[in-house]
């Protein structure tokens, strides 16, 4: 599964396209939270509870006129968070990630174009997909590690147990209606090396500015990983 594991990071082995050989999103921490950030002063206190908790690899929406300026102030402030830069799905907004320092990239979808610009920009990348035929194509293009998004109304953990029996090189990070209870299900399957969620940032307590709180909920999910038993003595994913 290890050597699966490293063949799935060698992206563009097999495609004509500038590929990346940076390390894999998937390794980076079994639970990512999803952040939407609506006033950039906020970044740095809540990453700092975020990787207090246990979640160093911190995905920011590119959902608000904030977003570049928070993964900016993360990316200089926070030396121990990872921030990428999520909801990408132009490739403008990859060169734009990118420039202010975010260390992944992550799609809720994928286009040609959009493919090519993740692939040129050096740092580990998600493209997402809902269904068979898009995992089939990303893997006609050298991707194996995908966002399975939406993931509950996808099909859930049920989907992709059905997907590796065929597929068993495709490696997935759901995302999208996952929560603590749900993400245990996912992180135990062996085509998933990490889930991503909101739910240990919520909008309310953001608003509050009540980073106790949101230390606490990332604890919790920190601890998720752990108790699935999906990582191997040197943290890697299996
Ligand atoms: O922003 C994106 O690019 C997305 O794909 C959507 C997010 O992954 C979901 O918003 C995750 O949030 P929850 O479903 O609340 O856990």
Redesign the pocket.
């Known amino acids: 599964m290890r050597m699966l594991h490293h063949m799935g990071t060698m992206w563009g082995m097999t495609s004509p396209l500038p590929s990346s050989s940076a390390a894999s999103v998937l390794d980076l921490a079994p639970v990512v939270p999803?952040v939407?950030v609506s006033d950039a002063a906020d970044a740095v206190p809540l990453a700092r509870a975020l990787v207090a908790g246990g979640l160093p690899a911190i995905?920011v929406?590119?959902?608000t006129p904030a977003a570049l300026d928070a993964i900016r102030a993360i990316a200089a402030e926070v030396p121990r968070a990872l921030v990428g830069a999520?909801?990408?799905?132009t490739p403008e907004q990859v060169a734009a990630g990118t420039a202010a320092g975010a260390g992944f990239l992550?799609?809720?979808?994928w286009t040609e174009a959009l493919l090519v610009a993740m692939r040129g920009a050096g740092v580990p990348f998600l493209p997402?997909v809902s269904t068979t035929s898009e995992v089939v194509a990303l893997l006609e293009r050298g991707v194996r590690e995908m966002?399975f998004?939406?993931?509950?109304a996808a099909g859930g953990t049920a989907f992709l147990k059905s997907l590796a029996a065929p597929l068993p090189q495709a490696r997935f990070c759901p995302?999208?209606?996952?929560?603590p209870t749900t993400a245990p299900e996912y992180l135990a399957l062996p085509n998933v090396g990490c889930v991503?969620?909101?739910?240990m940032v919520p909008a309310d307590a953001v608003a509050a500015g009540d980073w106790t709180r949101i230390e606490e909920l990332a604890r919790g999910a920190a601890a998720l990983g752990g108790r699935a038993g999906v990582r191997d003595a040197e943290g890697t994913c299996r």
């Open positions: 999803v939407v995905e929406t590119l959902r999520g909801t990408v799905i992550v799609s809720p979808g997402g966002k998004f939406p993931a509950q995302t999208g209606g996952i929560g991503g969620g909101s739910w």
